[in-house]
């Protein structure tokens, strides 16, 4: 087994491992993993070259059904939680979509993020129904009807989203390597050409769409049973901003980037807040702008120069992820 | 709803619309021009009321004539563009032109993060509140409600004249024009002699300028707290958006549009006072999708 | 870098553990303190965290607690709820603090009780405001060392019931949270069961941090109210106030502030005479009982060199929160004969457990709530001050207007009659007598 391939695999058994070590980074890694789904979300449309600043949206709807499932079936159950929540999404994916997806660029950007604003005021305002900006608890559910403890459920939790992350990175890699995938990444390079074959853009940008609110939707239900209460801060701009921020930082277009961006973010975060409780935010700041000035590839693509480095190789790397992000001139 | 009402809700709208408006068209200009949507415009905004309150605390404190507040906004104006504005672009903005939207949009998201903390340490956390400038002017009573005359005179009259301004610096003077070359076809300007680097310096300084000037004008009716940039910066985004990006005629239009429907919103049913922005921009997007003003472009194949 | 500190963080663990089986008595007592230092609400976590700091220090001057001096962490409430949660558990499992002091807002009071009960720390809800937390479920690990909504703005209702019993018409402009609702919830309750023919002309809850009141006002002086609520804090009171007095509301209506103790300062000469002003308990840098205090005075003095202003309530809850540790720790060590107590014999030793910060005494009842007596007063000016400072002072008995153990605030609220409000024992206070 060759070292490119066998140092993922020693960090990811390594991330398997560390809550038995550090019980408390459990969570922590839970909520990366939740993060990264969503994050995954954008990295499928940075393929179609769209960037959406209100993804929070879908990772909010899906939290908020979670929200209300648990308060009306007294606790609710795991696996309905994921699956309503996941198609609540979708449908909210289809709905935004239908009307977005004959936009590109900075209006994409931008009518995504008018879309999420507009739902983040009405959870801040309908407190009654969505207890305002204080949020909602999410009741802590049970699993295939078997009532958890919080130990037992934060494993299973950890473990569960762990399996469901590689499952659904390998589907989403399937995905963009299909052929739907590939005209997915024409409306990248060449639009028009798309439509020269026949091929309607704004139905497959629709089908990417869809599939990347599915996956903030995921990602958001995961998140809301992690945390246990939801706010209506998960619909902000400043969400939606981070999610693209960390798919910028693990790799833009890399599939593994979303989760290893993720990871690192949430960990940077934590110890930033932790250690350097007064200026963490500009930490972030500068982790991004040398990110984006120095190693605009991501952590992927770095990892991926280290490699060839460290093979002999002087080229660039093959696989079209890491090359997504490069000026398109 | 009767006839007080309604004149006190265009009022309110107007004084508010004022305000928005300074924000938004600079926001507006410096896409216009540079093409990239500016995140850390929030940021000038904000430091542009940190800067003019703290020193007008000073200086007031000192015992300085009260009627220094009114050139003050000037300074902290200038203060914001040529000291955070001018190195922005040199030093940032200047190496990422080549890069994709997103990439711009987030050096700019980077920008935030790090002026929010920035003002923290500069400033601290305690709200400053300075209303030299609107203490002086006084007060007016109409129908019966007192009105500073500061927010319902003073700011619209600056609102108008910044508007006027612009377009005649941007059509009568030769940097104006030189602006305007660069923002028709970057290229050709280039190839026929213009400093494009310069005349994007010099919009970006003027841009964040405006920012700062907004928030020096808002520091007299407001308490200058921390996050405020944050909130600023989306509602100008959906004024820039709803008027088309670059269109400063259409960004007033489009901030009196939101002002007034905020202000009615507040008297009809104020449930809905915050959605209202984003309603409109909605609204507006889906009939025009290039916003109000917005000249729709050919795509490239 | 996830490796390294993965590492450093299992050795400290491992050092700290060894530590804490070793001797009896730890080397140092930990303690996590939630609060913001970011946002807006870190108007009252940075004066908490400089208060902190200086009690902390002359408390280990003076041998900390039982011979063991105190160590305080602080987390940063601005970075998030998720962040609040990760730190707050990094600091019981990692750190292995001793005792946790969450929050100022009362949806991280919400996230984080449910979590010390799973984690057995002991936890001091010490700043947030929320009723509901010991009315909706039992804790054994959670206590609250000071007072909540019910009794703020229960005795707020009385006050101005007491001063003012002739005003007909209220208008309430609160901040678009969980506390302005619930705030407004209770208060009207109160008022409706109080003074039945009271007539609400306006309900206004914009947005939290609105940087403009000016629609409001407007339509304020439009409807003049005789009295005008608004439980707002920080830049968003100060706003209000100012935008208020500017445009002359405050001669036509009476401004009701519970929280307005932490805005009186920088509000200044912006805030007229003639107001009533709450200070979520007995917390007033010029107590009318303590101010003649020679230690009241020397930490007021001393806290106005590091800080440069004068302290607030959230200093005193601060104060209380460390009170009732100091307190608790010293009843279980003594109940422990003399040796260093178990975590589970200190938990045992806040039933019931008086105490005494800045202000008057503490008591935690047996649904673990504090019951603390509230002060509030009317403004005036005053030499030697170029703010607004309190006269007419009224101090309400905590016993009295504290929802009894077992009852909801909203219920008992409505259960109330006119005759209540004389049969509630008050204290008066002049300023400067």
Known sequence: MSLRLAVPLILLALVALLPTIAPWSQVVLTIALAKGLAVLGIVVLLHAGQVSFGHALFFAVSAYIAAFLGKAFAGGELITMILLGTLASLAVGLLVGLFVVRYRHIFFGMLNLAVSMIFFSILEKFYHVTGGSDGMQVARPSVLGVPMERAGFETLLFYGALVLCIAVAWGVHRYLESPIGHMLKTIKTNETRLEYLGVSARRTLLVGYLVSAGLCGLGGVLMAVTQGIVTPEYAWWIRSGELVFIAILGGSGSVAGAFVGALVYEVVRTYAAAFAADIWQMVLGFFLLGIILYASSGLVGLYGKLMDRLEGKHKTPAGGAKQSMEPAQ | MNAQLFALAMFDGIAYAALVFMVAVGLTLIFGVLRILNVAHGSFYAIGAYTAASIGGAIFAAGFSPWLAFPLLFVAAALVGILLGGPIERLLLRRIYAKEDALQLLVTFAVFMILEDVQRLVWGVQPYFEATALQQLGNLEVLGVFYTKYQLIFLPIVAVIVLIGLRLFLRRTLSGKLILAVTEDRETATAMGIDADKVYLLTFIVGAALAGFGGALASATTSVVPGMGADMIVLSFAVVATAGLGQIEGAAVTALLIGLGRSFAVYLMPELEVLIPYLIMLLVLLVRPEGLFGAVRTRKI | ??????????????????????????????????????????????????????????????????????????????????????????????????????????????????????????????????????????????????????????????????????????????????????????????????????????????????????????????????????????????????????????????????????????LGKALPPGHIVGTRGDHYFLHPEKKADSDFTAFVDAFRDKTGAYPIYPVFHMSQALSALKGAYEKAIAANGGKWPGREQVVDAMAGLSFKGLGREVTIREDNQGVEDMLLGTTIEAEGYDFAVLDDMMMFDGDQVTTPVGKVSIEWLGTLSPDFLNGVNVEMFKHGS
């Open chain 3, 1 to 266: 870098m996830r490796i390294g500190l993965t590492a450093a963080a299992c050795a400290t663990a491992l050092l700290t553990s060894a530590a804490a089986y070793a001797a009896d008595k730890p080397a140092e007592l930990k303690i996590g303190i939630t609060a913001f230092l970011s946002g807006p609400a870190s108007v009252f976590g940075e004066p908490a965290k400089a208060a902190a700091e200086m009690m902390i220090e002359s408390m280990n001057a003076e041998g900390g607690i039982g011979g063991v001096p105190i160590k305080a962490f602080f987390v940063d409430e601005g970075a998030g709820g998720e962040s609040v949660l990760a730190e707050y558990r990094r600091l019981v499992q990692d750190t292995q603090v001793d005792a946790m002091f969450a929050s100022i807002s009362s949806g991280n009071c919400n996230k984080v009780a449910p979590l010390a009960e799973d984690l057995k720390v002991l936890n001091f809800m010490w700043d947030c405001g929320t009723q509901r937390i010991f009315e909706e479920n039992s804790y054994r690990y959670v206590f609250r060392t000071q007072a909540n909504a019910t009794p703020e703005m229960l005795s707020t209702v009385l006050y101005l019931l007491k001063t003012k019993p002739d005003f007909n018409s209220i208008a309430v402009v609160n901040q678009d949270y969980a506390w302005g609702r619930d705030s407004w919830a209770i208060f009207s309750t109160a008022l409706k069961a109080l003074k039945p023919d009271v007539k609400v002309v306006a309900e206004f809850f914009p947005k939290f941090g609105t940087p403009d009141f000016s629609t409001e006002i407007s339509r304020l002086q439009a409807l003049r109210p005789d009295v005008i609520l608004s439980t707002s804090w920080g830049g968003d009171l100060d706003t209000f106030v100012r935008q208020a007095s500017q445009r002359g509301l405050t001669n036509s209506s009476t401004l009701v502030l519970p929280l307005a103790e932490s805005s009186l300062e920088r």
